[in-house]
């Protein structure tokens, strides 16, 4: 004989009134390509091609903001309008909107490459912004900074070699978090720098002076006292006070922050990155290099970008052009 229902069990007529309502799915044409479906593709390309994650993070976060911004769901939707009413939604500096531009538009080139676009409409597509030249570190900053840190802490140390290996041969902050012992060649003071840790993927060689000989010496040094003490496994230049590496972030790399903070905490505005880049390409230019030797020492590809480093005044300009006449 079945068991009765308990009278406390409710029927399930009712159960739907108050159940989640289910989402309208919104039909897609199958026979159109998503813009979503091109990002992953162009994605895996990238991926394949060896295109640093970041990079592949930049197009997919701007894409999917396009995405969002403009309510667009297929390719073939996008025009030089939409890409236009995009630009204007942003409540954003012209730099920001710029920068955001080109991620689109190296997209777009992507899959105008693929064979899923015929033209090329957004390539007159631009936003003006004000050429502001920043100026670079210069010796007397190097100095200042290098004589209020502290060389026997080993935070510090790491910092003052990271500061003046950046402004001695150039190289990028996020070169300097990937740098291993093997690209150090003591005997000939010379970085090897191959292009698994380049921006331009290009081998580059880069002297460095007895002081930063010195100064890397003691590094790996400690290094490897400060790896063996939290039993780290890495060749890694520069690493953190437990031995790991860096951080890459650009908001979370630890030799970045501790540089802006010296920066703050003794008043020099031009202790950063680019700055200390800047001023190796400007000191290489006083001291007679020319300037595709000054591009190539870089790893710029374009010479327009290397002249945005050197930040020559007028004077400047008249004094070096009087040498000629």
Not at 261 to 270: F, I, M, Q, R
Request: proline share 2%.
């Amino acid at each position: 004989m079945p068991k009765k229902k308990q009278i406390f069990t409710v029927t399930d007529e009712l159960n739907d009134i108050f159940s989640p309502a289910q989402p309208i799915k919104e039909k897609v044409d199958t026979t159109r390509l998503t813009i979503s479906q091109a990002l992953d593709t162009v994605s895996r390309q990238m991926e394949i091609s060896g295109n640093r994650p970041r990079t592949i993070g930049d197009y997919n976060i701007h894409v999917n903001y396009f995405v969002k911004l403009t309510g667009l769901t297929y390719l073939d939707e996008i025009n030089a309008d939409r890409i236009y009413e995009y630009l204007a939604k942003q409540n954003v500096s012209n730099q920001s909107k710029l920068t955001r531009l080109k991620c689109i538009k190296a997209f777009l080139s992507r899959c105008f490459d693929n064979g899923w676009i015929k033209t090329r409409y957004w390539k007159t597509i631009n936003v003006k912004v004000d050429n502001n030249v920043k100026e670079g570190a210069t010796d007397k900053d190097i100095k200042v900074l290098l004589s209020v840190l502290d060389l026997n802490d080993f935070v510090q140390l790491r910092d003052a070699t990271a500061a003046l290996l950046m402004y001695k041969t150039g190289i990028r902050i996020n070169t300097i978090v990937h740098l291993e012992n093997r690209h150090i060649d003591f005997e000939n003071k010379l970085l090897r720098l191959d292009g698994e840790i380049m921006k331009n993927h290009q081998q580059l060689l880069l002297p460095f002076d007895d002081t930063l000989h010195r100064l890397l010496t003691v590094l790996t040094k400690q290094n490897d006292a400060v790896r063996r003490e939290y039993k780290e496994k890495n060749e890694y230049v520069f690493v953190t006070k437990f031995g790991g590496i860096v951080s890459n972030s650009a908001s979370h790399n630890n030799i970045q922050k501790r540089l802006n903070k010296y920066a703050k905490e003794y008043g020099l505005k031009n202790i950063n990155p680019h700055a200390l880049r800047r001023g190796f390409a400007k000191s290489l230019l006083s001291k007679g290099a020319n300037i595709v030797e000054i591009s190539k020492a870089l790893g710029h590809s374009n010479l327009a970008v290397t002249t945005q480093y050197l930040h020559l005044e007028k004077e400047e300009v008249a004094e070096n052009l009087r040498k000629f006449l």
